[in-house]
Nanobody, 127 residues
Framework: QVQLVASGGGLVQPGGSLRLSCATS????????IGWFRQAPGKEREGISC????????YYTDSVKGRFTISRDNVKNTVYLQMINLKPEDTAVYYC????????????????????WGKGTPVTVSS
């Protein structure tokens, strides 16, 4: 059974930090790029970060560059998203997903190109 389980979300003050985790099972995750999407209320789901399977190249959308860091531990089958200096506009539900096309679908925010999705974890940045 394929599973991607995102965790680590919560309520944090502006300027604070969170680390999201995406634990994968039921498929060979190291053969997929793993990406993070987020969806704020009333907005479309957008791809914000991705880490490739082969060379572990990374991608960040402009709004999170310099603040978010993605990494993967293939032994633990887990991908992490370290988020610092969080802003109210980072408030959203965060999802992880497996991209069979080497981050191409994440970069394009093409939600139909992702092969597997996890349930989201909510992040609220508020004072």
């Amino acid at each position: 059974q394929v599973q991607l389980v995102a965790s680590g979300g919560g309520l944090v003050q502006p300027g604070g930090s969170l680390r999201l985790s995406c634990a994968t099972s039921g498929f060979v995750s190291e053969r997929y790029a793993i990406g993070w999407f987020r969806q704020a209320p009333g907005k479309e789901r957008e791809g914000i970060s991705c880490i490739a399977d082969s060379d572990e190249n990374t991608y960040y959308t402009d709004s999170v560059k310099g603040r978010f860091t993605i990494s993967r531990d293939n032994v633990k089958n887990t991908v992490y998203l370290q988020m610092i200096n969080l802003k109210p506009e980072d408030t959203a539900v965060y999802y992880c997903a497996a991209d069979p096309l080497g981050c191409r679908s994440v970069v394009a925010s093409d939600i139909y190109g992702l092969e597997y999705w996890g349930k989201g974890t909510p992040v609220t940045v508020s004072s």
